[in-house]
């Protein structure tokens, strides 16, 4: 009997990780090819690949959270992490090449861009940071088009989030677009909630490892930003982006840039003394 890796010899290891197919691959554009191309692939490829595994994660802490299953969604937050912290360490690989190596087939890949990792912008979308302005920068990719505009569509980690908190009593609605007094109001009852847990945490104990790993996630990813702006600056300094970008300052305007602000946010609040001096936003009048 046949298996879906072709002919009837016995599955290898080989024939289920499709390494035949995987190692073919990496193509250079630099003819004769640059020896350090094939780095600059390799790494980016195993990104978009972990790239996945964290949409995958994060969907899975999404209906989970619509299950109330708050530990075993922080479980899969926590992998999330993991990844993250990898792929941190990972953008250093590439500083091994001397910036004059990276010149000889930079323009080569003119005019991609990293800006447009399409799973790269399905994490922020899912994870609560969507963003019309970035959407239509990929109009004319149908592909990641259509993928991007379902994740705005989607309830995001932040919005099933604070769904749960509210289904467990805490006053943490959603956050509505149309007035910005009601979203003032709204984001300051969030940070109330989390609050809260903050100062309840033994009580809160489910709700706490979440936010907790909620918060993990947003660090790293803010982190694996911060690192990746440096390894650019280390490479080609104010150079604009082989896309047309403005490179190392575009990047810059993206480190401030948080998935959960009412978690950070909340921190401002606590009272040694009293355990939380409350958020002033949060009235409910």
Not at 109 to 138: C, H, T, V, W
Request: proline share 3%.
């Amino acid at each position: 009997m046949s298996n879906n890796y072709g002919g009837n010899a016995p599955l290898s290891y080989n024939k289920y990780l499709r390494v035949q197919d995987l190692i073919k691959l990496q193509d250079c554009l630099s003819d004769p090819a640059h020896h350090d191309e094939l780095l600059f692939i390799t790494v980016h490829q195993a990104y978009e690949l972990w790239f996945k595994q964290i949409l995958h994660e994060l969907d899975a802490a999404i209906n989970l959270l619509g299950e109330d299953r708050l530990a075993a969604a922080t479980r899969a937050i926590k992998r999330v992490v993991e990844i993250e912290k990898l792929l941190v360490n990972q953008i250093h690989i590439l500083e091994s090449m001397t910036p004059i190596s990276f010149l000889q087939f930079r323009d080569e890949l003119n005019p991609a861009s990293g800006f447009q990792s399409m799973q790269f912008r399905e994490i922020e979308f899912s994870s609560g940071l969507k963003n019309d302005q970035i959407l239509e920068e990929f109009r004319q990719d149908t592909f990641a088009y259509q993928r991007l505009k379902e994740r705005q569509a989607r309830p995001s980690l932040a919005d099933a989030f604070y769904a749960s908190l509210q289904r467990r009593g805490l006053n943490a609605p959603a956050i509505s677009k149309s007035d910005s007094t009601d979203t003032q109001r709204q984001y300051g009852q969030r940070t109330q909630a989390v609050l809260e847990i903050l100062t309840h945490f033994e009580e809160r104990y489910e709700e706490f490892q979440l936010s907790e790993a909620l918060m993990e996630h947003d660090e790293y990813f803010a982190l694996w930003r911060s690192h990746h702006i440096k390894m650019v600056e280390r490479m080609v300094g104010a150079k604009r982006g082989t896309g047309g970008s403005e490179g190392i300052g575009y990047l810059k305007t993206t480190l401030d840039k948080k998935f959960f602000p009412e978690l950070w946010e909340a921190r401002t609040y606590l009272d040694r003394n009293h355990g939380s001096a409350g958020c002033p936003f949060a009235s409910h009048h």
